[in-house]
């Protein structure tokens, strides 16, 4: 491999390297640089993988050193061909990097489909072996690079092909080539999940579950179909954990029922419940003061959260008291934010149907570096910056030392996108948001019909032989 690419470009195209770290690869890019953020991001999720498997060190090291160059080939420095996957190889080559690693940057993810329309390029293809993309190396490149977006982030599939649509075009080459690949991509997948739930001897993963739309119809409790089925659950080896938009005050007898053995999360992964006690998670929100100023002179309604409470000094309307009511909410106080307490969102009351206000509130979040997310139809609300559900799961199953691939995030609400992003499998009920439904690994029934339920008793009937299946009936396919 590395010989055949000597040969087509005999000189080396930056300074020869022999440590291939982080440095290295920074030392390519600006440090701003969206691309580095993707490598590093892939690379994370490298790590993620190789330490809840049980590969070897020589394997688990070749396969963080690929994920972190395999895009190595963008970088202006190193651009011959401006085909970046053999651009890349053609580098480590001459660095004297691993055979396999050279050949994982070189066939990563969607290259052998890309270079079927690119006579210029496939010329070169055409004179390296043909690879064996059941190779793990390549495999598990593959589904780093593509649960990672441009910017870094960590995305599901889903969200990966959404935002290439975005990108280029729904009719575009880009997400047209991505579907193709998405069958290998959920053949790693459930390896993924079947090795690491028998190398953990976890049959099946810890569920977290989003409440209102999902678990529950707004404005019921919980019924005895959903309890009974998340009841076999944990009878079963399975983890279950509320992760939810509300308050913890608010939902003390459900945590009870679902099982206080676990820890919940609420106000969108700033607070987590841990056997009864309530503890901050995360950053606040310093700037809530001129925030609220800002709403109030808009004309815009808030609720502000803090650790222990919630406060407003809107004049909240029947409709927007009976919203909170609705699902179950604690009613605000009016008066002054307790900022001392620790502010962890302003909700704001903006339907989703007054779009300029919409802006207006995202665009304030922007303006003071906060996240801005919609939790239901009617509400629109403001967060610590790069902080949501996910970071509440995934310190959650970083606790008591759970491999975090083995879990499923269920949602219906944007907030949820997070924790779809980062857990091993996501799941949608089919009541879900337009923006939800899409980024959802699995299309589940919906609230109504007990799709949470439904998607449980599955998991569960699959384990029998030790570990859990992906339910491949409710499998999106873009």
């Given at each position: 491999m590395s010989s055949?690419?000597?040969?087509?470009?005999?000189?080396?195209?930056?300074?020869?390297?022999?440590?291939?770290?982080?440095?290295?690869?920074?030392?390519f890019y600006n440090a701003d640089s969206t691309r580095l953020a993707h490598m590093r991001q892939a690379c994370r999720t490298a790590k993620r993988i190789v330490s809840q498997m049980n590969y070897d060190k020589e394997l688990?090291?070749?396969?963080?050193?690929?994920?972190?160059?395999?895009?190595?080939?963008?970088?202006?420095?190193?651009?011959k061909t401006g085909f970046h996957p053999l651009d890349g190889a053609a580098y480590l080559a001459h660095c004297g990097a691993p055979e396999d690693v050279i050949e994982a940057v070189l066939w990563h993810s969607s290259t052998p489909l890309e270079i079927q329309n690119l006579p210029e390029i496939k010329v070169y293809y055409d004179k390296f072996p043909v690879p064996d993309l059941e190779n793990i190396l390549i495999r598990t490149v593959c589904y780093c690079d593509f649960r990672t977006s441009p910017l870094g982030e960590s995305f599901s599939f889903g969200q990966r092909i959404v935002e290439l649509k975005n990108r280029f075009g729904t009719g575009s080459i880009a997400p047209a080539i991505a579907k193709k690949t998405l069958p290998a991509a959920r053949k790693d997948q459930d390896y993924l999940a079947r090795n690491i739930t028998q190398n953990r001897n976890a049959p099946l993963p810890w569920i977290f579950c989003d409440i209102d739309g999902t678990l529950i119809e707004p404005g019921n409790i919980i019924d005895e179909i959903s309890a009974n089925a998340i009841e076999r659950f944990r009878s079963a080896g399975g983890?279950?954990?509320?992760?939810?938009?509300?308050?913890?005050?608010?939902?003390?007898?459900?945590?009870?029922?679902?099982?206080?053995e676990n820890a919940h999360a609420g106000v969108n992964g700033s607070l987590i419940n841990?056997?009864?006690d309530l503890s901050l998670h995360g950053t606040t929100i310093a700037q809530c003061k001129s925030i609220e100023e800002t709403l109030l002179e808009a004309g815009i309604h808030y609720a502000t959260y803090v650790t222990d409470g919630i406060w407003t000094r809107s004049d909240l309307?029947?409709?927007e008291l009976d919203a909170f009511t609705l699902v179950g909410e604690t009613l605000p106080q009016k008066g002054l934010t307790p900022e001392k307490k620790g502010v962890i969102k302003v909700l704001t009351f903006s339907h989703r149907n007054k779009i300029e206000q919409c802006k207006f509130v995202r665009k304030l979040a922007e303006k003071h570096g906060l996240s801005c997310v919609r939790t239901a139809e009617e509400f629109l609300e403001i967060g610590p910056a790069k902080h949501g559900k996910h970071s509440a799961a995934m310190q959650i199953m970083k606790e008591i030392g759970w491999p975090d691939l083995n879990s499923i995030a269920i949602g219906d609400s944007e907030n949820d996108l997070t924790m779809f992003g980062h857990a091993g499998l996501s799941a949608a009920v089919a009541n879900a948001a337009p923006e939800?439904?899409?980024?959802?690994d699995l299309h589940i029934p919906s609230c109504q019909d007990h799709g949470v339920a439904k998607l449980l008793d599955e998991l569960v009937e699959s384990s029998k032989d030790g570990y859990w299946s992906i339910p491949r009936k409710w499998l999106v396919q873009h």
């Amino acid at each position: 491999m590395s010989s055949v690419l000597k040969e087509i470009f005999p000189e080396p195209m930056a300074p020869i390297a022999t440590v291939f770290n982080d440095e290295l690869a920074a030392s390519f890019y600006n440090a701003d640089s969206t691309r580095l953020a993707h490598m590093r991001q892939a690379c994370r999720t490298a790590k993620r993988i190789v330490s809840q498997m049980n590969y070897d060190k020589e394997l688990s090291d070749k396969i963080i050193i690929a994920a972190l160059f395999h895009d190595i080939g963008y970088s202006e420095k190193l651009a011959k061909t401006g085909f970046h996957p053999l651009d890349g190889a053609a580098y480590l080559a001459h660095c004297g990097a691993p055979e396999d690693v050279i050949e994982a940057v070189l066939w990563h993810s969607s290259t052998p489909l890309e270079i079927q329309n690119l006579p210029e390029i496939k010329v070169y293809y055409d004179k390296f072996p043909v690879p064996d993309l059941e190779n793990i190396l390549i495999r598990t490149v593959c589904y780093c690079d593509f649960r990672t977006s441009p910017l870094g982030e960590s995305f599901s599939f889903g969200q990966r092909i959404v935002e290439l649509k975005n990108r280029f075009g729904t009719g575009s080459i880009a997400p047209a080539i991505a579907k193709k690949t998405l069958p290998a991509a959920r053949k790693d997948q459930d390896y993924l999940a079947r090795n690491i739930t028998q190398n953990r001897n976890a049959p099946l993963p810890w569920i977290f579950c989003d409440i209102d739309g999902t678990l529950i119809e707004p404005g019921n409790i919980i019924d005895e179909i959903s309890a009974n089925a998340i009841e076999r659950f944990r009878s079963a080896g399975g983890k279950f954990s509320l992760v939810t938009g509300k308050h913890l005050i608010s939902i003390p007898e459900l945590i009870e029922i679902v099982g206080s053995e676990n820890a919940h999360a609420g106000v969108n992964g700033s607070l987590i419940n841990r056997s009864g006690d309530l503890s901050l998670h995360g950053t606040t929100i310093a700037q809530c003061k001129s925030i609220e100023e800002t709403l109030l002179e808009a004309g815009i309604h808030y609720a502000t959260y803090v650790t222990d409470g919630i406060w407003t000094r809107s004049d909240l309307l029947k409709a927007e008291l009976d919203a909170f009511t609705l699902v179950g909410e604690t009613l605000p106080q009016k008066g002054l934010t307790p900022e001392k307490k620790g502010v962890i969102k302003v909700l704001t009351f903006s339907h989703r149907n007054k779009i300029e206000q919409c802006k207006f509130v995202r665009k304030l979040a922007e303006k003071h570096g906060l996240s801005c997310v919609r939790t239901a139809e009617e509400f629109l609300e403001i967060g610590p910056a790069k902080h949501g559900k996910h970071s509440a799961a995934m310190q959650i199953m970083k606790e008591i030392g759970w491999p975090d691939l083995n879990s499923i995030a269920i949602g219906d609400s944007e907030n949820d996108l997070t924790m779809f992003g980062h857990a091993g499998l996501s799941a949608a009920v089919a009541n879900a948001a337009p923006e939800v439904l899409p980024a959802a690994d699995l299309h589940i029934p919906s609230c109504q019909d007990h799709g949470v339920a439904k998607l449980l008793d599955e998991l569960v009937e699959s384990s029998k032989d030790g570990y859990w299946s992906i339910p491949r009936k409710w499998l999106v396919q873009h």
